[in-house]
């Protein structure tokens, strides 16, 4: 896997310089008179880039300070106050780092306003709330109701969801006393309208055998959906990965793994501090994680005709705010549309929001399927809580399972 | 006092089941449907003729629901989902699901999937009650449930019977806030453990009966039951959800602790405040939502739940606040360590038992309930 990220120089570039200007420019917005607004991965952050806030994401720097290894420092921290190891990786690295003040990347500036959507789960909400007490600024809560099978329901939620986001405009007009520019969010959804189908083509890559892309590639490219989309940066990132895959890999046949047998489905977040690990071993047993819903949440498709309902569509219909059903649903077009053969069902203890249906998600989907799931419990960031022996092991006993089943 | 209407009102709070089965007997037709935690408006239930019924878990071990709900969600749902899949599956003919958080939603697509019914509803309550697009959102989600539950019984539910159900409910409230005010005036009058169980028994057992034995209960009081108790004890707030293992209620009562606030939703939250008689009903209905005191889950500006419990124990003179957290409620997780913090600063000492609907070991959290007790009494 390290060879293939070398190959691909520039596009990784380009997000390194991305991320530099993103975090630089973030850290100088309190000099610069400007703006800084915390969100949820998921939320309707094209309204912060239409009225020039600065979004920052918590969980992103979590997830550097997790691939850091920096838990269980920053968990003990928080601890000592009184928070239980149980929460969210990213709630306690976030709050621990708060107390030590101790980042990979020099920290983030302080929030001017909380923005939590609970389409994604409803920990960032109580999370958000500690922040607020602590810096004195206001939280957001938007509000989207699970998005049930039910017309009338998902009529009057679309109404209610529309309605916050109007809220929301009047509340950072309040916030800066400038007037909100509807042309301009015309302009910012439709590039995160064409970054977000530009990022679809790059995980379906995965869809073409020998895959050119594994989840690790996913979840590092990922990064730029998440924080940029919204922006022309992301739309020219995205065309200039996709371009470079199809140039150096696809167009050669080349697949990310040299011998691919195990084509693998992951449920869940990564556990980030071993997802390398993971990758290198399954590698040498012939085995690439090709896709998972976590990395399809920001595959949005939006209508730019209609800028507040389709925010609201899409945010409120993520993967994490579905019924069971329509997430399994979902799960099993990803297995026939990228021909998976493998299912690897991580139950993570930090986050309750995707794990507590995966019990009953497994049963959906072998039924559909037909392919076996492996099922195990640790935590995406703490290693308290992770048993290399023991996870490996049951990987290796797992594909042996599919490897007597003829699969592959 | 008429002991023989107070004994009857608590053996329903042991357990209401067999009574139920008794009342059905006599020829009850009505359907049940439970609910779980918190703020189901049953007044719309009961107006389309059925029997409401709160779903309060079990206290017994959790087998079959560890199969769907992970052991890292709290008790309370695996209590419920337990209850539901192994005792009294049978019992109920529909449910109402009101959905909170993350727990909740996934309590509610299990439920769904893996319990028998012939009526199922979620229930999306506003997960913010801070902007004006929440009180739209309740409106428009109660409506929706009145229509659903129209046609599942094939009845409208008219504004007279809706007024109606909504007069029986505030009657219930009404009574069971005037004894908590005798409680409060005179708190060995009843104990913790009996008051507590008199609202249980009202989230369980048909509102029309329990009124009628809550009156009975009430006239039958005389003055020597009140008299020359004012002041006695050590006085608490409670604060949380629910009151389990139940058990804590009586640890509270061995050590001379008197509730004489509470924000549970099984308490205060559950009796107050009335629905307003006025307007539309169904709005009426809404509209109590919005004044009944904060829930963790739900967002609202500022520390609600700070504030209130700071002002539920100015108001009733309490000496300190004893706090029931149970193991995994997330919210209460994200809210205590600031809360200790405020309510310190306050000079307020608070007390915080962590338990689940499992919890059999009381030794421990009943010696330091009586070491925080002491410590009180000491002030
Ligand atoms: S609980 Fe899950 S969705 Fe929420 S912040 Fe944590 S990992 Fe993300
Ligand atoms: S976590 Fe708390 S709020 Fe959620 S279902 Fe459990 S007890 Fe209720």
């Given at each position: 896997m390290g060879e293939q990220a070398e190959k691909k120089p520039k596009a990784k570039e380009v997000m390194k310089q991305l991320t530099k200007d993103y975090y630089g420019g973030a850290l100088r917005a309190h000099e610069e008179n400007k703006y800084v607004a915390y969100t949820t991965a998921v939320s309707p952050v094209e309204l912060f880039y239409a009225h020039d806030i600065i979004p920052i994401y918590p969980e992103n720097h979590s997830v550097m300070c997790l691939t850091g290894r920096m838990m269980p420092r920053l968990s003990l921290e928080i601890e000592k106050r009184g928070y239980t190891s149980h929460l969210c990786a990213y709630a306690r690295s976030?709050?621990?780092?708060?107390?030590?003040?101790?980042?990979?990347?020099?920290?983030?500036?302080?929030?001017?306003f909380l923005l939590a959507c609970n389409a994604q789960c409803f920990t960032l909400t109580k999370w958000f709330q500690v922040l607020s007490r602590r810096y004195g600024v206001p939280v957001f809560v938007f509000d989207t109701p699970q998005y049930i099978r039910k017309d009338e329901a998902r009529k009057n939620i679309i109404k209610y969801v529309e309605h916050q986001l109007a809220e929301m405009i009047e509340a950072l007009e309040e916030l800066t006393g400038r007037k909100?520019?509807?042309?301009?969010?015309?302009?910012?959804?439709?590039?995160?309208?064409?970054?977000?189908?530009?990022?679809?083509?790059?995980?379906?890559?995965?869809s073409i055998k020998p895959s050119p892309i594994s989840i690790f590639d996913a979840l590092i490219h990922m990064a730029i959906i998440v924080y940029l989309r919204g922006t022309k940066e992301a739309v020219d990132y995205y065309r200039l990965l996709i371009d470079e895959i199809k140039e150096e890999k696809v167009s050669k046949g080349i697949g990310v793994i040299p011998n691919e047998r195990f084509r693998l489905y992951w449920e869940n977040l990564p556990i980030w501090f071993k997802f390398r690990d993971h990758s290198d071993f399954l590698a040498a047993h012939d085995a690439v994680i090709l896709t998972s819903l976590y990395a399809h949440a920001w595959s949005y498709d939006f209508d730019v005709s209609n800028p507040l309902?389709?925010?609201?569509?899409?945010?409120?219909?993520?993967?994490?705010?579905?019924?069971?059903?329509?997430?399994?649903?979902?799960?099993?077009?990803l297995f026939r549309r990228y021909s998976l053969n493998g299912n690897i069902m991580f139950m993570n203890r930090s986050c309750k929001a995707v794990t507590f249906g995966v019990l009953e998600l497994k049963d959906m989907i072998i039924k559909e399927t037909g392919i076996p799931a492996l099922l195990f419990e640790s935590d995406m960031g703490d290693?308290?809580?992770?048993?290399?022996?023991?996870?490996?092991?049951?990987?290796?006993?797992?594909l042996e399972t599919l490897d007597r089943m003829g699969i592959g | 006092m008429n002991r023989p209407v107070l004994e009857e009102l608590l053996s329903i709070a042991r357990d209401p089941c067999p009574m139920l089965k008794a009342w059905r007997r006599k020829g009850e037709k009505r359907k049940i449907i439970g609910s779980t935690l918190t703020d189901v408006p049953e007044e719309l239930i009961h107006a389309a003729g059925m029997l409401p019924f709160t779903i309060l878990g079990t206290n017994k071990s959790i087998l079959r629901a560890s199969a769907h709900l992970p052991d890292n969600a709290c008790s309370q749902a695996r209590s419920d989902l337990e209850m539901v899949l192994t005792y009294q599956g049978d019992f109920f003919d529909g449910y109402?699901?009101?959905?909170?958080?993350?727990?909740?939603?996934?309590?509610?697509?299990?439920?769904?999937?893996?319990?028998?019914?012939?009526?199922?509803?979620?229930f999306l309550l506003p997960r913010q009650i801070d902007r004006p697009s929440a009180r739209q959102w309740l409106l428009d989600e109660t409506l929706r449930l009145k229509r659903s539950l129209e046609s599942f019984t094939g009845k409208e539910i008219s504004e007279g019977r809706l007024w109606e159900s909504i007069g029986i409910y505030?009657?219930?409230?009404?009574?069971?806030?005037?004894?908590?005010?005798?409680?409060?005036?005179?708190?060995?009058?009843?104990?913790?453990?009996?008051?507590?169980?008199?609202?249980?028994?009202?989230?369980?057992?048909?509102?029309?009966e329990h009124n009628g034995l809550?009156?009975?209960?009430?006239?039958?009081l005389e003055e020597t039951d009140l008299m020359g108790k004012e002041g006695e004890g050590i006085r608490v707030v409670l604060s949380g959800i629910v009151w389990e293992p139940p058990e804590i209620m009586d640890i509270l009562d061995q050590s001379g602790l008197k509730v004489v606030g509470?924000?549970?939703?099984?308490?205060?939250?559950?009796?107050?405040?009335?629905?307003?008689?006025?307007?539309?009903?169904?709005k009426a209905i809404v509209d109590r939502h919005f004044k009944k005191g904060p829930f963790t889950p739900i967002y609202d500006k500022g520390n609600k739940i700070f504030e209130n419990l700071l002002n539920l124990v100015t108001r009733n003179t309490a000496e300190g606040v004893i706090y029931l957290h149970i193991k995994f409620n997330e919210s209460q997780d994200y809210d205590l360590p600031d809360l200790i913090e405020n309510m310190e600063g306050e000079g307020i000492p608070i007390f915080v038992v962590e338990t689940e609907y499992q919890t059999t070991h009381l030794a421990g959290i009943r010696t330091r309930i009586q070491a925080f007790g002491e410590s009180l009494a000491q002030k």
């Open positions: 976030d709050l621990g780092y708060r107390e030590v003040g101790e980042s990979p990347i020099g920290g983030i500036p302080d929030p001017d909100f520019d509807h042309d301009r969010l015309r302009e910012v959804l439709g590039y995160s309208t064409e970054a977000s189908k530009l990022y679809r083509e790059f995980l379906d890559l995965a309902g389709t925010l609201a569509e899409n945010y409120t219909s993520v993967f994490s705010n579905v019924e069971l059903e329509d997430r399994a649903e979902r799960a099993i077009e290693p308290r809580f992770y048993s290399e022996v023991q996870i490996r092991t049951r990987l290796e006993a797992y | 109402i699901l009101p959905q909170v958080d993350d727990t909740t939603q996934h309590l509610s697509d299990i439920w769904r999937r893996q319990v028998r019914w012939d009526y199922f509803e979620t505030n009657q219930n409230r009404g009574y069971l806030r005037r004894l908590y005010e005798m409680k409060r005036r005179h708190p060995d009058f009843i104990s913790n453990r009996q008051f507590f169980d008199l609202i249980k028994s009202s989230m369980w057992w048909p509102k029309e809550l009156e009975r209960f009430i006239s039958g509470d924000d549970l939703c099984v308490g205060w939250r559950y009796i107050d405040p009335d629905v307003e008689a006025n307007g539309d009903p169904v």
